[in-house]
Structure formats: C-alpha cells, structure tokens
C-alpha cells in the first residue's frame, strides 16, 4: 500500500533547485514517485506505507533547502517529527540515534570508496561533483593512458619485435582518431559501470552537481553551473579534489597551445614531431607511446629520468628509450618557449628545439585552491597539499582528505584506500593507511616497477644494508622471450636478513611487483623468498632467483634449480 506525502519546500531558486530536490527524495528508501515543483514551492511523494517523513526532510536539509508538511503551514516538519517522537527530522539509524551526514567533494576514487563505505555504515552522504563524475583516474589518467600505451605497444610490435626473422615485421598504419575512438568508449563505459550507475543505485548518497566551497567549519556553500547556490551542512566532511597539471613558469609557455596529459591523450592527430618538457611517470609513459604510434620525440628532462628513484632504473630507461629513437636530454632546460607559423620553439642551453607540439609533464599540483580552506581550519603545505595524519584527518578533527589533494602519494589505489578509511574513521571506527609496502608502477616498456626502500632511502633512516642486483640475462623468462633489457634488485636489512625494498625495470615488471610487497609485508628474509617454488618461466622467478644471489652464483645452477 502506498501513501502520499506533500512537502512545502522553502530556499528554491530555480527549476534546476527543484531538479535536486526531485532526485534527493527518489533515493529515499521507500519513495516510489516524487515530483517537485520550483513554482509551487512543493514535492508531492508517493511513498511506501509507514515511510516517516523525518527522511524525506534530510534528504532536503541536506541539498541546504528547508522542508515542512504543506498541512502545516506554521510548523517545521523537525517540530511536527519530534511532536511524533522523531528527532529532528533526520534519518535514523535502527537504535534511534540520528544518521550521520557526510560531505563528499569530489566523485574520484578516494571520494567514491569513501561515499560508498559511509553509506554502508549507515551515513547519510551528500557527494558534490563540479566536473565530470569519476575525477582523474577513469576520464583522463589511468584508463586512457593504458588504453594508448597498449596499442602503442601493440604497434611496436608489428613494426619491430626479436622474432622478425621468423616472423617478418610490416609496419603498421595508425589510424589515431579510430584508436582515440575505441579509447574513449571504453572510459566512457567504465565511468558508467563504476561511478555513474553506482551512484544513481545507492540511496544512501545523494550527488549534487555544483563547486564546492567552506562557509565555515560545518558549513559548504556550493555554486551550480545555472547560477544558483545552496549551503550544505555536515557533521563529517572528506576533501577528495584530486589533483591538475602542474604547469611550470617557463617564459613564454602560457602563451602557446601547448598540452598537458589531458589535451595529449585526447588528440585524434599525432604530431610529426613532439616535445616532452619533464621527466615524471605521466612524461616518460606518454612520449614513449607517442614515439611507438609515430611521433619523432625530443624528452627534456630537467636532471635525468627517474631521478629520485635508484639511479640504475634511470639509466636503464634511458637506454632503452634511445634504442627505439627517442631523444633524452639530460640536465636540460627550456629557458624560453614561444610558438609561431604553428611550431613550438624551446630555447635551450644547447641551443634550438622545433616540435609541432609540446607536452608538460613536470607534475600535478592539488586541487585545493578555491575551497577556502582557511574558514574551515584545513591546513595546507606549502605545494598547497592538504596535510593529513594516519588516519586521514585534518587540523580539523571532524574534517578528512583523501587522495592528490592530500600530502599522499598520487596513486588511485592509495586514494580508494584511504577513502575507505576515512570513512570507517568518520563513522566512529579506527582505521590507519599504512604505506610502508606501496607498491608502485610505471607502465613503460621495460616496465619500472619498485616497493619498499631504495638504498639510499635506507641509508637515510640510518639503516645497514645488503643489497644484489640481477640482471635480466640470468631469467629464464626473459631469454625465452629474447628480451633481457633491465634487472630486479633486492635490498636486505643487514642484522635481520629481511627483505626491505625491490626495484625491478622488466617487461611486465608490474606483474611481479605484488609478490616483493607481500613478501616485505610478511617480513620474509631473502633466504625464505630464495627457499619458495615459483613456476618456472615466469618473470616473477626472478625474485626467487635474484635472492638465491645472496648465498650463491645463479649462473652455476640449472636452468629450473631450487
């Protein structure tokens, strides 16, 4: 049996106003119908038998609109729901107390695992999206670039692989728009599955369409695009704004066309020639798969690649990348950069660089500029990364961030981990993000793949270490393959013997990483890695026979020994 409930609903400004509130009071559990007139100022609901009306009014609390019974034009619905033994007219949980509600800025993956586990736990969840919903990862990061690097890979395959003598080489045609075609689809298909359908089927969050900013510590003013601006109040609130390209403040640069990783990555044209300013992961996983589709690639890198990570892995790509034609620069700046007759021109120590496009890859900042912080007692670092404990809270105990916007490392998996928890935390539990066996990859080829601590990075920490370093030439797999560019090396604590770091740059590195992490997770010596069964001829072998380095000469065993 179903029951009608009419709601007198004051602060609307507009239809679009009205369209919130409309979809707030579908997602009530319950609600079988709801339609929501700006003109009228009122929401006639069709609702289950016996649905109260203190959700119906939270729903409509929370988009910062007020909402009370049309039958009693005096009286605010929380005054009638507590005259009927409600409290406040908030959703409650089945003990009675009051739901939780959280604010959510964002829609990535830390605002997503975060919305998400809130409403499991119980919490009424508001989540404001300003952009595309899905944030970096699925639109214009992860999803894309793997897409394009795989069909880059999968080009230079065709064109060059260490079976050409039995298996002849022809050059493949790029057809680029009909590749960004098939790219896009795909995101477009996995933001749909992962953010668009999850949030259109979880009542428990409500998505508002809008740019968020505090009013003050409990309070968010949120700005949608058709001019219309509402408060939102919260008793918890996750920061999860992700972060944008950082754009360095060359001269001249700000006045050309030149690309960030979004524009790059949604060109249907390749350029004949490109210029790659920076030698982060975004840099380097980009010019490579511009360089394998056809582009004559010029890499400037302000020290030398991967500079902060083992120098052997630097050196190893760097290699590899001038194998296949691409040019590295080394300890190279562009003092200047101007654009005329549709070239870009870089005005280096060593003279004159032309492309036909330019790529800036030097970073991502946070996108933590236009909160305003400051009213809600949010601290910042001075990269304007929100500083945040274990536990991802903020100076302020009641607000938490999660993901680039964070002083983390920019990786979507520790994003999603640490909205997770934040969660947890904001509704009453306790849960830390230990990142002391994050592993991380770099999708070139060789891929790079590291976890743990680096050498240097424990000698930092005033810790001994034994370290062995195997080159590829001594994995089966990578024979068999006739591919042994690169090496795994393994870091040991001195005293214990455990195993406290690894840096591989191999194809398919990523693969093997997770067996290193786990095995530092469970506080494994390298002599218990040495003494496992690993399949043979797989790359993950390595690990097995890089630390069996330790004791003996590998090269003096058979090919499968124990």
Not at 128 to 142: A, H, L, Q, S
Not at 151 to 156: G, M, Y
Not at 327 to 337: G, I, K, P, R
Not at 500 to 528: C, D, F, S
């Amino acid at each position: 049996m179903a029951e009608a409930i009419t709601l007198h609903i004051e602060g609307m400004t507009c239809t679009s106003c009205a369209e919130h509130v409309q979809q707030a009071l579908k997602n009530v559990p319950g609600v079988r119908s709801a339609s929501v007139s700006y003109t009228q100022r009122q929401a006639e609901i069709e609702a289950d038998a016996g649905v109260s009306v203190a959700p119906l009014v939270a729903a409509v609390d929370t988009l910062g609109f007020r909402a009370r019974l049309a039958d009693t034009p005096n009286k605010p619905a929380c005054l009638l729901n507590k005259a009927l033994g409600w409290l406040g007219g908030e959703t409650k949980h089945e003990g009675g107390e009051p739901a939780l509600h959280v604010a959510v800025i964002g829609s990535g993956g830390a605002a997503m695992a975060a919305a998400l586990k809130a409403g499991e736990l119980g919490a009424r969840v508001t989540l404001i999206e300003r952009g595309t919903i899905g944030g970096t990862c699925v639109n214009v990061g992860c999803v894309p670039s793997k897409i394009m690097i795989r069909a880059a890979h999968i080009a230079h395959l065709r064109r060059e692989s260490p079976f050409d003598d039995g298996l002849p080489a022809v050059a493949p045609a790029v057809l680029r728009d009909r590749l960004l075609a098939q790219q896009q689809g795909r995101v477009e298909e996995l933001r749909h599955a992962k953010y668009e359908g999850i949030l259109a089927s979880t009542p428990a969050i409500t998505l508002l369409r809008g740019e968020a900013r505090f009013k003050d510590a409990r309070t968010l003013t949120v700005a949608t695009a058709d001019g219309c601006t509402r408060g939102v109040r919260f008793d918890r609130c996750l920061i999860a704004t992700g972060a944008s390209p950082a754009v360095p403040p060359i001269p001249g640069l700000k006045d050309t066309p030149y690309w960030t990783s979004t524009e790059a990555l949604a060109s249907d044209t390749l350029p004949e020639r490109l210029a790659v300013i920076g030698s982060s992961v975004v840099a380097v996983e980009l010019a490579q798969a511009f360089a394998r589709l056809g582009s004559q690639v010029t890499i400037l890198a302000r020290s030398t690649l991967f500079f902060r990570e083992e120098p052997a892995i630097g050196e190893a790509v760097t290699v590899a990348f001038r194998a296949e034609g691409i040019e590295v620069l080394d300890h190279t700046q562009a003092s200047n950069v101007a654009y005329a007759d549709e070239q870009f021109v870089l005005t280096t120590a060593h003279g004159e660089l032309r492309a036909d496009k330019l790529l800036v890859a030097t970073g991502r900042a946070p996108n933590t500029r236009d909160l305003n912080l400051e009213a809600a007692g949010v601290e910042i670092n001075a990269q304007g990364a929100i500083v945040i404990d274990k536990r991802m809270t903020t100076r302020a105990p009641h607000i938490y961030a999660a993901g680039d916007c964070t002083d983390q490392p920019q990786f979507v998996y520790v994003a999603a981990a640490a909205g997770t928890r934040a969660a947890i935390n904001m509704t009453g539990g306790d849960a830390a993000l230990d990142l002391t066996a994050m592993p991380a990859v770099v999708f070139t080829d060789p891929q790079v793949a590291t976890v743990g601590y680096s050498e240097a990075e424990a000698h930092h920490d005033g810790i001994k270490t034994d370290s062995r370093t195997l080159t590829l030439d001594n994995v089966p797999r990578a024979l068999t393959n006739f591919d042994t560019r690169g090496f795994i090396k393994l870091v040991a604590d001195t005293g214990s013997g455990r195993l406290i770091g690894v840096q591989a740059v191999a194809p398919e590195a990523g693969e093997l990483i997770q067996t290193a992490a786990l095995a530092i997770r469970h506080r494994m010596t390298v002599q218990e890695l040495a003494d496992q069964l690993f399949p043979y001829l797989t790359m993950v072998e390595g690990l097995k026979l890089a630390a069996q380095t330790f004791n003996k000469d590998v090269k003096q065993l058979s090919c499968c020994a124990g």
